[in-house]
């Protein structure tokens, strides 16, 4: 992951004088302490990546909400191709709208991620590709010069438009691209929700905390179980809280949306119950710290007779992290796709 950003910062440095732009997503891991490649600005939709580049530029903090930038304002704009083709695609039009004639687009990424592919659409769109380069184990980077924008090269995948998710399940749940489950109802969600109400058939909880939130979907099907629950969602990422709250909205749930990173400023609450479908992945890789930070959440929070029930793919192996923790783990449910956990101190 990091070789990408490596080879960013290395062409960054004969652009230091210029005013540039550096799009950034979950593929650049503040955990590992990141090399920083100087622009003048960034823009992330992770709230843990903003806090780390506040110490170096101005952060727009959005989901890649570009409105802010003039026509023609940027000499260069930085990327590394990201997981989800609607945001690359938003990513590199929004790039042909900012620069200046003539400025730069560096792009980076991985043959197995298809870059060479992306190179060619951005080659047609901007009219020059101006150097390419293999830097070793499928690792490409591009320069690529504005002279003869083609807008229509790039498609529009609609990255921007909340759309509204059919269900049979009552529920008024809308979502977008690059939220996952952005556009059905995710089954391993709603498997944990089946498992979790059917353990608690009458039981009740003054708070539920939902972490990793996405658009909700766990919450508000919870909700229909646990009517006088208040549900404290949290997630990284406020295009995601953005939709759950209006979710929460739409569905009349009792409850509050933090953006917030694993739930770290959640500090003087216990929780009885705690719910989660973790994610497994950064950006392109399985991260093994993320399952790690969301066990040391919820060491943190549970309370004593409290417990936590987390839904995975079934392959994922959590057993060997639960045990370097107080935890204690029972597999509850399991089908052919997804297991659900439960951990209590």
Not at 64 to 76: K, M, N, P, R, W
Not at 120 to 147: D, H, M, N, P
Request: aromatic share 10%; charged share 25%; proline share 1%.
């Amino acid at each position: 992951m990091s070789e990408a950003f490596s080879a960013l910062s290395n062409v960054a440095q004969k652009y230091s004088d210029l005013k540039s732009l550096w799009f950034v997503d979950e593929n650049y891991d503040v955990s590992d302490h990141p090399i920083l490649i100087t622009s003048t600005e960034s823009i992330t939709n992770r709230i843990e990546i903003a806090d780390y580049l506040k110490q170096y530029n101005i952060v727009n903090l959005s989901d890649y909400d570009c409105t802010q930038y003039h026509d023609e304002s940027f000499d260069i704009v930085y990327l590394r191709v990201p997981k989800a083709k609607a945001l690359l695609n938003h990513w590199i039009r929004e790039a042909m709208r900012i620069l200046k004639s003539k400025g730069r687009l560096i792009c980076v990424g991985f043959n197995d991620e298809g870059i060479k592919n992306t190179f060619k659409k951005i080659e047609k769109a901007f009219g020059e590709l101006v150097e390419q380069e293999l830097l070793g184990k499928g690792l490409r980077i591009a320069e690529f010069s504005l002279i003869n924008p083609q807008i229509d090269q790039i498609e529009d995948r609609d990255y921007t438009v909340v759309k509204s998710i059919e269900n049979e399940l009552s529920l008024n749940l809308s979502s977008k691209a690059g939220i996952y489950g952005a556009d059905k109802i995710d089954q391993g969600s709603l498997f944990l929700c089946e498992t979790v109400c059917q353990h608690y058939d009458h039981q009740t909880f003054e708070k539920v905390l939902d972490m990793g939130c996405g658009n909700g979907l766990i919450s508000l099907l919870l909700a229909k179980t646990f009517v006088s629950s208040e549900f404290i969602a949290t997630d990284n990422n406020i295009t995601a809280t953005t939709l759950c709250e209006f979710n929460f909205t739409q569905n009349n749930v009792n409850g509050v949306v933090i953006l917030d990173d694993c739930a770290r400023t959640i500090e003087s609450q216990k929780f009885n119950l705690i719910v989660s479908n973790p994610p497994f992945h950064q950006g392109f890789e399985t991260s093994e710290n993320l399952t790690i930070r969301f066990l040391a959440a919820t060491e943190r929070l549970l309370a004593k007779k409290g417990e936590a029930w987390f839904v995975m793919n079934r392959f994922l192996k959590i057993e060997s992290l639960a045990k370097k923790t107080s935890l204690q783990m029972d597999l509850m449910n399991e089908n052919s796709q997804f297991k659900v956990l439960r951990f209590r101190k």
